[in-house]
């Protein structure tokens, strides 16, 4: 019986070792075989070099800098809790750690007190070194190597680095709205939002490397192991239509516009008037791009509007600035001749509304160019009305409002240029003069440079070159999108523009130094489904009639210090034009 028992407890054992390792082998071979290389094998992606943006004259406005990435051998850490305590407190030294280490919880402003990222990123890094069966896990990306050398310092075995390179901004501010930024999703990868960086990203990005190395079970490299490298590809070059210097002073003088006449914020665009080419675009209040927290705090709630570009993502009702497109329509059209007069004796009463002109003064028979000098509704108004509905939307719309114009910037909105259906007469006759309509600063710099042109709407764009990493070259040229008047027509609508600058009621514009052509837009700002005659837009779009080197807009969201166009934007306007005149070989000629 001994005997039987012995050989039946042998034939047992060998029947459960057997099975054991048919399941093993056969059943769940290739678990166990994933498990045994991830034990053995460590991977490594190796992050391409994110191509860099330069002005048109070659300066560096977004680079790379070099930082490193932490990771650990989490067999070699004893005390978890102490040492991701110790990591912690050194990594939240860096002011973009966020940006480039998400941790899911930090984006709810009720979570986000001052000691709640601390606790969350130790709980994290606790749980990566809890993971005893692997030999590597990447702990924080984009580590800059002042701390870098806090952390060898601390002397904690299994603590390791890699060369790593994250996105850099030498000129701060200066273009951010344009640039847009970089950060890294919750996966760890790194993507561009806004702006070129979100509209470039893939070519901006390249293509990341991979390095795998197999390792001895006491964690040293086996020199004669499998091994596999395959390099990065990194990301092309963008060089931009975008001039530094006038770039900078657009970004001073439209600061110091919202600061002068406290408005909420303002919008510029600068277009080389025969080419569509971007000289100069961007909005205020700004954003560094380089050094932004992504988290709530008491000093600034960050959010994707905080990163917009006004200039293409607001759309607002432009007012009076709509009168110069409106008769250029309407004359083009043949629905009036330049010597259309109109009769001003008093309000225009259309069904149960009321138009009137802007400070309520009437001035008999006018024209065409006393029309625009006064910046008068009713004459806008009638304009429309005798144009037509279907005739003045169709010109609208061939302008390029109520679409996107196509600007290699990401963000960019369509504006608002309602169905033909819902036109009745009133709406008609208000759009006349820039009610109704919803437009972008973009789109209306881009129709007065098709009225300066010649009457060719030209696509606007940011990006004249691209270099990718084995140099070749891609080159955009300028594109027209269509034809919208006839020469003849820009030319009578550029000497109307020219003549409501110099007859007109801005004491700035009648004392520049320089003949200038363009309009003013006082809008006032639909609350509650009234006009709200305290709170305006103000916008002055125009250009130099010598050359017309470029059409400039500048736009004020409600101002406080005054509603008006004239007393606001018009004086900032014309500083920011005698500034940059000499940059175009510009000399006063009046």
Known sequence: MRHRFILFFFLLAFVIVAARLFTIQILRNEEFTIAAERQRTVSLDIPAQRGKIFSSSGEFLATNEEVYLVFADPQKVEDVTSFSRAIASVLLKDE??????PIPGLQDPEQAGSSKPEKLLVEKLAELLSKKDRRWVSLARKIPAKQVSELKKLGISGLGFEPDARRFYPEGVLTST???????????????????????????????????????????????????????????????TIDRTIQGILERKI???????????????????????????????????????????????????????????ATYEPGSV????????????GKIDPSWTFDDRGPLKIGGSTINTWDGKHWGKQTLAELLQKSNNIGAAEVALATGAETLRSYFLNFGFGARLGIDLEGEEAGLVKELKEWRQIDLATSGFGQGVGVTALQMTSAYAALANGG??????????????????????????????????????VELLRSAVEGGESIALRNFRYRVG??????QIPVEGKY???????????????????VMLLELEEPTTSTFSATTIVPLWTEVAAEIAPLFGILPDK
Not at 284 to 297: A, V
Not at 460 to 482: C, H, M, S, W
């Open 255 to 313: 600061r110091e516009g919202v600061e002068r006449y406290q408005a909420k914020s303002g919008s510029f665009v600068v277009l080389e008037t025969r080419t569509g080419k971007v000289l100069s675009i961007g909005s205020y209040p700004n954003f560094d791009p380089g050094n932004f927290n992504p988290l709530p705090s008491d000093k600034k709630t960050a959010t994707s509007g905080d990163f917009r570009n006004l200039a293409i993502a």
């Open 96 to 101: 973009r750690f966020f940006s480039y280490n």
């Open 532 to 550: 709200d005659p305290a709170k305006t837009n103000v916008t002055f779009v125009g250009f130099f009639i010598k050359d017309r080197p470029f």
């Open 178 to 240: 344009v640039l847009g930024f970089v950060a890294s999703d919750m996966d760890g990868n790194d993507h561009g939002y806004n702006g070129l960086e979100g509209y470039y990203d893939g070519d901006l990005r390249g293509k990341e490397g991979k390095a795998a190395q197999e390792y001895s079970a006491s964690g040293e490299p086996i020199l004669v192991g499998a091994s596999s490298f395959s390099p990065p590809q990194n990301g092309s070059d963008l060089y931009l």
């Open 322 to 333: 709509m009168k110069g497109v409106t008769l250029a329509s309407a004359v083009d059209s």
């Open 518 to 523: 363009g309009k003013t837009g006082t809008a």
């Open 456 to 493: 060719v709407l030209m696509k606007p764009y940011i990006v004249e070159k691209i270099i990718d990493q084995n140099g070749r070259e891609a080159n955009f040229l300028p594109t027209p999108k269509r034809r919208v008047i006839s020469a003849g027509t820009s030319e009578l609508v």
